[in-house]
């Protein structure tokens, strides 16, 4: 059987699943900070905080579930990259350690600390910024083997045009997935203010969304044309669409109706991008060392993986769907109504 | 000993592995009495168990979110810091892992659910329900993590040809010799742990005058759960080595110093080595060791001696065995002598004494923990895969991880204290008695 697709396409899923579900999560303390100092942090914030108290730990999971799906289906893709990044990974891993933990200090513990919502949320911005280097990473290019060392060249990243274009695309990307997201979500709470206020913010970050993805393309028509002629000649119609959602999700923001729709809008705007941007990378998982097809994990283990992720799948989406309920779905606890 | 990049790495993963460790335990301990309490609140319809676990459920939030981000950080960092060990071991040991992560999920989910709603349901028990996912994830994922360790010290299900793994099998390697041993002794402890820390915190409010009805009963479960599961853990204590005695021999011989092979073993308690390698200043129990490896007295032990040299793990291991199956000893013999004194309703149970003795108990067993685990660790040199894959060989390339460690160690110390202030300024906030008065206004 073709283990090695239905690897990489259970593991893309779950990356697009973490960058939807962490990009309300990373913009959502942007947001809170910002209001904070706008002395408007006791409409937004409460909100906020409503959604994210009972899911944070969830958000984290399915960042784990990628890791440890990689070192599973393609361990050889994990030394690769284990051994280049270490310090770049370190950072990031620093940054999810301050984030998530000050997150639960100030929420838990003590409230209304400013310096915390600072961190947390200046933190919240440069986690996505680093781990988008790994994609950037994946496109070639900045990573040599000399003598079986595999050596990071952090020069050639940090000066690269095709780099810094995905780190602000991811920065923007996630404002405007978790500002539409929010917007949603104090709709149903009814929250006149918070809607208001985070309907300016989808808005506003909309058109940098679009300006940045232009830009990524652009660049990686320079850094890696192979990619690039992939992307626009055999999945256009991919990005074609993920446009045209876009499109769709601004208009409903901007008549300020149906902001539901709008958020199915936008995830699937990122879900074709991701998707095609993905679709268009393939055979590589790093260009040129790791092919997904050569680079799979052995029959047993890809079947007992596969055996694993349907029975766990049983499991998790019931209980995902239970938590919808409780939380997303049932207009007293958005509203704040129930504790 | 020089500073290179492996010992570096295993310094690192030491530091972070020992960090997570702290809230991993209670993380999978705590869930275990928290649903005690509830269960008896409801049960006896009593609010003060009630209280007492929504009071534990806030603390837990706490250290687990610690324990989230620094598992996390151990995820990645074995990648980065052992690519090779990672890239052969994810071929044969990447099942357990993968389901691990499932058991988070399921963790998180439910542990979501539990925190938001404790008024929302009308029958009280669905919330109690609610406490078996969460106790059956954490419980799972400790289960999943402690096989891939027992696979690190017996690995099985593969073989290495050429330089090439092949004949993987997934399961055999999941279900290896140590497997069983390990995964009961580490879940046994973590469960002690916890409800001997918890213990602690009761008697520290009770030594600081605070002698309510809550405080006591607090005690009174807490003391009773860490008696059983100390007896749990030194049965799977026990267990583990007379599993070392017959699959990894020269763990246990350099944990006990037991340097020629005999049958009628003594077992060598703390002590010093000298310089022609002879044990000085120990306490000797005449063929305990045989008993210990073998359930009868002259079962033979294999020494050291019989190792080749460069196979030998450290000697200095066994300090650390000595002080784990002390504190063992010591908790059980405490929390035995408060149950029963409890139970004589002589008065003189919550005497400072046996107060004070049940307060050591908690940071104790930690210290246990800690013990066992570079125990076990470093009593698998000089490997990383025993047979297989030596440390030294899996270690990272790559030259700026001292400057990772150091990033570490600030991230941790920070991290450590943040929680300590945290969790002193949560509860100092609000006392016991003011939560019962205003959740329960009309009962005493
Ligand atoms: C509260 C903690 C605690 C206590 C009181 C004990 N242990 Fe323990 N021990 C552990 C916590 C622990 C642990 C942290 O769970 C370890 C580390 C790795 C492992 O598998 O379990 C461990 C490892 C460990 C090992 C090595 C297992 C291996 O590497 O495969 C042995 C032989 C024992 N223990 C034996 C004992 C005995 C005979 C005890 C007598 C009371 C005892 N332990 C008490
Ligand atoms: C005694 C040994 C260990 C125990 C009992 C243990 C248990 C736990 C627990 C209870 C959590 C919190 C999970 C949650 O609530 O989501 C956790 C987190 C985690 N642990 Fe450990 N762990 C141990 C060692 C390790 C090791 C050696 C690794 C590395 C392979 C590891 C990897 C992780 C990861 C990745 C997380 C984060 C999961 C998440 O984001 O939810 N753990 N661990
Ligand atoms: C997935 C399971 C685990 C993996 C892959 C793993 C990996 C490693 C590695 C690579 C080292 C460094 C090599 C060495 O010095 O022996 C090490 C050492 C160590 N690990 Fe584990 N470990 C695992 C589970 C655990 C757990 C659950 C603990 C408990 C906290 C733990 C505690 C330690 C300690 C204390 C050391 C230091 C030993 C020394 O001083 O050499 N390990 N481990």
Redesign the interface.
């Known amino acids: 059987m073709n283990y090695e697709l239905i690897g990489i396409t259970v593991l893309w899923t779950f990356l697009y699943g973490y960058i939807i579900v962490a990009s309300i999560d990373f913009g959502a303390g942007f947001f809170a900070y910002y209001a904070k100092i706008k002395k408007k942090d006791h409409i937004i914030n409460d909100l906020i905080s409503r959604y994210l108290?009972?899911?944070w730990?969830?958000t984290?999971?399915f960042?784990?579930?990628f890791?440890?799906?990689i070192?599973?289906?393609f361990?050889?893709a994990?030394?690769?990259?284990?051994?280049?990044?270490?310090?770049p990974?370190?950072?990031a891993?620093?940054l999810?350690?301050?984030r998530?933990?000050?997150?639960?200090?100030n929420n838990?513990?003590?409230r209304n600390s400013t310096f915390y919502l600072f961190l947390y949320g200046a933190a919240g911005l440069l986690i996505p910024a680093s781990l988008s280097t790994v994609l950037t990473i994946s496109e070639g290019g900045f990573l040599k083997e000399i003598d079986g060392?595999?050596i990071?060249l952090a020069k050639e990243l940090l000066t690269s045009p095709y780099s810094w274009s995905v780190v602000f695309l991811s920065i923007v990307s996630v404002l405007f997935i978790s500002a539409s997201f929010l917007t949603f979500y104090a709709d149903r709470a009814e929250n006149n203010w918070a809607r208001k206020t985070l309907r300016q913010f989808a808005l506003f970050w909309s058109m940098p969304t679009i300006v940045a993805s232009l830009l990524a393309f652009i660049s990686l028509q320079m850094h890696n044309p192979e990619h690039y002629s992939k992307a626009v000649t055999e999945y256009w119609w991919m990005f074609g669409l993920s446009l045209l959602c876009f499109g769709a999700a601004s208009w409903f923001i901007y008549i300020g109706k149906r902001y539901g729709a709008a958020f199915i809008m936008v995830m699937l705007q990122f879900f074709f991008a991701f998707f095609g941007y993905g679709a268009s990378h393939l055979p590589y998982i790093l260009y040129p060392y790791i092919s997904f097809r050569e680079n799979v994990?052995?029959d047993?283990?890809a079947a007992?993986?596969v055996v694993?992720?349907i029975l766990?799948l049983c499991?998790?989406i019931p209980?995902?769907v239970?938590?919808m309920r409780?939380?997303l779905f049932d207009t007293d606890?958005v509203k704040g109504k129930?504790? | 000993m020089e500073l290179d990049g492996v010992m570096l790495s295993r310094m690192l993963t030491t530091m972070t592995l020992m960090f997570h460790v702290i809230f991993a335990t209670i993380g999978v301990g705590v869930p275990v009495m928290i649903s005690f309490a509830e269960f008896l609140g409801i049960k006896r319809n009593d609010h003060h168990y009630l209280v007492l676990a929504r009071r534990w459920t806030r603390g837990y939030t706490i250290t687990v979110a610690v324990g989230v981000v620094t598992g996390t950080i151990i995820g990645l960092q074995l990648s980065l810091l052992w690519p090779s060990f990672m890239e052969v071991g994810g071929k044969v040991i990447a099942l357990p892992l993968f389901m691990e992560t499932f058991a988070f999920f399921f963790e998180a989910i439910f542990l979501g659910i539990y925190l938001y709603t404790w008024d929302r349901f009308k029958n009280k028990w669905t919330h109690w329900l609610l406490t078996l996912p969460i106790l059956l994830g954490s419980t799972a994922s400790a289960f999943f993590i402690t096989t891939v360790n027992a696979f690190m010290n017996t690995p099985r299900g593969f073989e290495i040809q050429n330089g090439e793994t092949i004949n993987v099998d997934p399961v055999a390697a999941m279900l290896n010799p140590a497997m069983p041993s390990k995964v009961f002794h580490v879940v046994a402890s973590s469960y002690m742990t916890s409800a001997a820390i918890l213990a602690a915190i009761a008697a520290f409010a009770i030594l600081k005058g605070r002698r309510g009805h809550y405080q006591q009963k607090a005690l009174r479960l807490t003391a009773a759960c860490t008696f059983v599961f100390s007896l749990l853990t030194a049965f799977a204590g026990d267990v583990s080595a007379k599993f070392l005695a017959d699959a990894q021999p020269e763990k246990l011989a350099a944990a006990e110093w037991h340097f020629e092979t005999e049958k009628g073993a003594d077992l060598v308690y703390f002590g010093t080595v000298n310089e022609d390698g002879e044990v000085e200043n120990a306490l000797r129990f005449p063929k305990l060791l045989s008993f210990l490896a073998g359930g009868s007295f002259d079962t033979e032990v294999i020494g050291l001696n019989d190792i080749p040299e460069d196979e030998r793990p450290p000697l200095w291991i066994h300090y650390m065995f000595d002080t784990m199956v002390t504190i063992g000893m010591y908790v059980m013999a405490v929390t035995l002598l408060f149950v029963l004194m409890d139970r004589a309703k002589r008065r003189n149970a919550l005497s400072k004494p046996l107060l004070l003795g049940i307060l050591a108990a908690g940071p104790l067993s930690m210290i246990a923990i800690e013990a066992g685990w570079v125990l076990a660790e470093t009593g698998r040199q000089p490997w990383i895969m025993r047979g297989y894959l030596k440390v030294a060989e899996a270690a990272t390339t790559n030259d700026s991880i001292a400057m990772v460690f150091i990033l570490f160690a600030l991230l941790y110390l920070v991290l450590g204290i943040m929680t300590a202030v945290i969790l002193i300024k949560m509860f100092k906030n609000s006392p016991a008695e003011l939560e019962i008065e205003k959740r329960y206004p009309n009962r005493e």
């Not at chain 1, 994990?78 to 310090?87: N, Q």
């Not at chain 1, 998530?100 to 200090?105: E, I, K, P, T």
């Open positions: 108290s009972p899911v730990e969830i984290n999971v960042f784990v579930f890791f440890v799906g070192v599973g289906f361990p050889a994990a030394y690769y990259y284990g051994t280049a990044l270490l310090l990974g370190s950072v891993l620093i999810i350690g301050v998530g933990s000050f997150y639960a200090f838990y513990g003590s060392n595999v990071f994990t052995s047993a283990m007992a993986l694993v992720f766990g499991l998790l209980s995902l239970l938590v409780l939380f606890y129930k504790k």
